[in-house]
């Protein structure tokens, strides 16, 4: 039978002398939608994040489905439901930054009959950026960007520092670990070089949330040695 499918059913007896009934229905039923297939977030931000999920190999179009999120694996805290929907999304909002969330997803059929939950990988929102960003130094070979770490701490942090605007590689980086760091320096540049620099706020599962840092010029090696 087809997943997700209404049925319905009738039934009648004869005898030995092959005489029948009258017909009898039975209820009509549904059988089963199939469970989700759990997808990777998308859209993280430091209070939010978008639940996804494929298509199950099967299920109609019009199939619901509901994702669940707490904030640990039995979901007994920070419990909160998207409801039933069509769609193969959910957006959770009002989050707390640098956090790890669960999140389920189940299927029902046509009977509102649900399958079992699906569980997605944890995930973390991201941490907040810092502020008050700015280069603190600059030599013929290295530069040095401090920041104000932002009040929800963060993981660690990491500088990057790029010949291009959008930061392609290639890309010369440092990271910290820990939410205290203040400053960090990218080493091994190149002489009389502009670079672009950003700093990014490393959550718990490593994930980093970036903001400007400007740009400037590495020294030229006789500047470096007055």
């Known amino acids: 039978l087809a997943v997700n499918t209404r ?14 009934t009258a017909v009898v229905y039975l209820p009509v039923t549904a059988t089963s939608a199939r469970a989700a297939i759990g997808a990777a977030f998308t859209a993280a931000t430091p ?24 904030a640990n694996a039995d ?11 069509t769609a193969h999304s959910a957006a959770f909002s009002g989050l707390s930054p640098n956090t790890r969330y669960y999140v389920r997803v189940a299927a029902r059929n046509v009977d509102g009959v649900a399958t079992a939950a699906t569980d997605l ?14 280069v603190l130094s600059v030599s ?12 929800t701490a963060a993981s660690g942090y990491r500088l990057e520092a790029c010949l291009r605007s959008d930061f392609t590689p290639p890309l010369l980086s440092n ?22 620099l950003r700093v990014a706020a490393l959550n718990a599962d490593g994930a980093a949330n970036f903001i400007a840092a400007g740009s400037t010029c590495t020294f030229y090696a006789s500047a470096a040695s007055q």
Request: no cysteine; proline share 4%; glycine share 8%.
């Open 121 to 134: 990988p944890a995930t973390a929102t991201l941490a907040q950026a810092p502020s008050a960003v700015s």
């Open 175 to 196: 990271s910290v670990i820990g939410s205290a760091a203040s400053r960090l320096s990218v080493d091994q540049l190149a002489l009389n070089t502009t670079y672009y």
């Open 140 to 151: 013929y070979s290295s530069i040095t960007v401090q920041w104000t770490p932002a009040a």
């Open 47 to 70: 209070t939010s994040l978008v639940a996804n999920w494929a298509l199950a190999d099967g299920n109609p179009a019009g199939t619901e489905y509901s994702a669940q999120r707490a």
């Open 7 to 20: 049925y319905y059913f009738r039934v009648k007896a004869r005898n030995g002398a092959g005489v029948e």
């Open 75 to 85: 979901f007994t805290q920070g419990f909160e439901s998207s409801g039933w929907t």
